[in-house]
């Protein structure tokens, strides 16, 4: 696999993306129990209000799907490292002929989701770290791709990255 990372080093020297690991759990976190607004900012008035937690449960709806599909196709190939397994091979069906990286899509539509749902101007700006978050980590994962997978360069022309149809 060329130069990749040393597969003995402990978990804390990060060699194959721990620290991504940690940093979305923290992204998370912030996501669902940070504070959704600031005392002086306006509050979501009617219809907006409703109009929000309705977008935002079917948003959610759809980021579970999407990322469900993605964990039920790696099968075998998941890993919560954005390193590839050794022994993993590419998938391109399912979930994947849509977007590249179906579970970060999900997770950052379910951020989106649940900012509309609970009416929070902070919560948008969590979905919006998270989404950026995920793509400088999917930057790295792809390259890690690029080299196991010669034939994910060409994959990479026709898929999306993380916004299905879109980005």
Not at 47 to 76: E, H
Not at 85 to 104: F, K, M, Q, T
Request: glycine letters at 12%.
């Amino acid at each position: 696999m060329g130069d990749g990372p040393a597969r003995g080093a402990p978990w804390w020297k990060g060699t194959r993306g721990e620290w991504y690991v940690v940093g979305q759990v923290f992204l998370f976190a912030l996501v669902l129990l940070g504070p959704r607004t600031l005392p002086d900012w306006p509050a979501w008035a009617s219809p907006l209000s409703t109009i929000g937690r309705v977008i935002g449960i079917v948003l959610m709806l759809a980021g579970t799907a999407i990322s469900i599909g993605g964990v039920m196709k790696l099968g075998p190939n998941l890993t919560p490292l954005p390193f590839p397994r050794d022994c993993s091979n590419l998938i391109e069906s399912g979930p994947y002929a849509i977007v590249r990286h179906p579970i970060y899509s999900g997770l950052i539509i379910d951020a989106f989701g649940w900012a509309l749902w609970v009416n929070g101007w902070l919560t948008i700006g969590y979905a919006l770290l998270l989404f950026a978050f995920f793509d400088v980590k999917s930057r790295l994962e792809e390259g890690w791709l690029l080299e196991k997978f010669p034939e994910y360069a060409e994959y990479r022309t026709k898929v999306h990255k993380l916004i299905p149809w879109v980005y």
